[in-house]
């Protein structure tokens, strides 16, 4: 096996790791103020767009050669002026959203449970992990997603159960049909997390074929049905009201669990473990802007070097994560303006580039698409 | 070489992020220096906040550290505390019971709300209980050498458990606060234990129940009386375990429940709210061998009674304009016609009609009829 590839399931752990970032960030507060008790219906209208991203992702994937990503096929299809163009607004994307994702990382785990530090300490760990991480194999990080998935899949179920006691599932009703459109736009914050899956589209050459699909639609499907539960299980313990006011609704809730006299608190552990999903969001997003930079400047596939190496082009990546800081500088904002960014401007910006941005150079490239020929899994055309 | 890098490197983040000894963290707490609080008690006293804290008995029943301080605010007072024990530092993560005064819970309710919501130690599932006067009196006074305000309330929790009273946490409080504008909260009282015998060194105050205290959105809105209080946990709540006096007989509840349904008028507007208890209870004991009611009379002095409480109960929450036994919720449950319940609810609750029935069967009657 070519350790610098990743496989099929490597890569949808990775994205389903990355993913439990967002989704407990927006996740339930935002849903919930938007859809009251219906949130955890909210799922299935939810499901659409990342289905239809899903779709034209799917159809860029078949003209994909072996060893391209997003970054490959755009540039092809572009043209060497566009497609940077196109590359570079991704790219500054992807380092700006990784900085966003660092800062509010940082407050999180200082507003619930190191309140006396500096989120600096944090941020400027975690990049330092994330650079670490990012300088070696992507193949290795994957390996890595697969073992955190077990943990904080592990802990949310852990966390799911033991507050079940406090569960009230009458708060998950009336719901009438008067609450449809509510439980529609309860749905955009649940989608804008499942789309951010569009952005690991530049890592595809990572990948070992076969490109079967099933995996992408699964890890999709997977993030949203969390979601439900998530928003179901919180509101049948604090209701739809005190849900979408409480700070961090969901790891307050963790603060109540108690594994008898022994433990009475766990909160610190699992909310610990979540940093473990900012780190490789941030980690994946920095490779993926390397990506997209790597292909404008037709620099050599980074895994290919040792991970001290500065060759190839790999000094980028130290210039990008000194980016994603800087980024995550910007960010360094009062809780109440932070929390504006994280509920409507950036999953907002996301569902524009990631969601609308492919949609658009879906239509566009319909001409290239007739023309290209599909690539097989071995790399051969039809 | 490379892998005792890579050992120092993993284990650099391990020692300096830990939260222990020489820490980057300014969160670190030594355990030895720790004092656990277990119970707070939360006074409004004008502008100022008055916080008094009891940590429990320590091992070897050493006698519980009792404190009280004055601050502007509920932090302001929580740094006062913390001056009067320095060579300690209070420790407030692991909180079991949560005193509010009847000032603090008319004036400040909100406020210890959004209080635990921001702090990262206290928890939502703090047990919450309204006194009726001081909470300071609460905690202070009922402490003495062999027994402190944590023991009494984890008694009183196990007897409330026993007896059909239920203790609410700040959370469920909270969640019925924010979704239907009323809640209720177990109040108690200290009191003398006027007919108790006290031996020479129990010398401090009892903690006994007093009945529910009706939250609104805005804080206390009323005391309920123990009847009312009866009426409110059959209403909202498991009432097993409740002791009633009806005739002349002690019985206690083996079992009851209550459906709230709203009807609406041939026009199609809320009218009335229909209430339909069940209840079954047992014999206890007779207050009177001379006592002559048959076990048929005293189903229906027993029915009679409750819709009494009841009745009054509900009455209570159309006065004070309060909702605190949820009746909007159990309405909406109940009708198929959401969105004729859904609005001004407050407007709409002190001009609806109130029908109570009650199904009550005693048990353990077998020698009433002789």
Redesign the interface.
Known sequence: MDDTRMTRKQFAAAILVSLLSPLLRLLPQTAVSLTGRGAWLSALPALVPPLVLGAILASFQRYMRPGEGMGGLLLRWLGPVIGRAVLAVYAAWFLFYGGFILRSGAERLV????????QN?FVV?TIFLCLTVALGQLGAAARTAVLMRAVLIGALAVVLILSAP?MDP??L??L?W?DTGHILLGALPLASVVTVAGAFSFLSGYVQPPKDRRWLLGTMFLLTVLGAAICAAVVC??????TS???YPFF?MI??ISLGDMV??IEAVVITAWVGADFLLCTMLLRCAHEAIRTIFHLPVPDRFPMGSLRGGRWLLWLEAAAVFGCSLFFDLPPWQLRQWSDWYIPLASDIVLFGGFALLWLVTIPKRKKDPVCTENGGSQ | MRRSLLILYVSL?LLL?S?CGFS????RHDAERLLLIQTMGLDSDGDRVRMSVSTGLGPDDKPALVMSARGGGIEDAIANLQDLSPENQLFY??VQYLLLGQEAARTMLNDVIQWV??S?TL???TDMLIVKGLAADAVVDTSDENTDVTARLASLDRQASSTGWTIYTL?EI??????GDGALCLAVETAKAENAVFTEDMQSDAIVPAGYAALGRDGLVAFLTPEQSMGAELLTGDPTGLLINVADSTMEVLDGSARIDGTLSPDGRPEAISVQCTLRTGVLEKLRRDSRLSPEQLDAALSETVAGWVTDCVETAQKTGCDFLGLK?AV??S?KT??RWGEDWNELLPTLSVTVSVEARVDRSYDLAE
Do not use: C
């Not at chain 1, 507003?111 to 500096?118: K, N």
């Not at chain 2, 980057?24 to 969160?27: C, F, P, W």
């Open positions: 507003s619930t449970i190191y309140p006396s530090s500096g300490l760990a406090n009458d708060r009703s009336p009438g008067n313990v604090f209701g739809p009201e005190l006011t409480l700070t307050i603060r109540s009475p608190r | 983040p992020l939260g980057l963290s300014a969160d993560a692991h919501d921001r990262p928890r939502m599932d959370r909270a969640a019925e606060l924010s979704q919720n909406l449950r009708s959401l969105d």
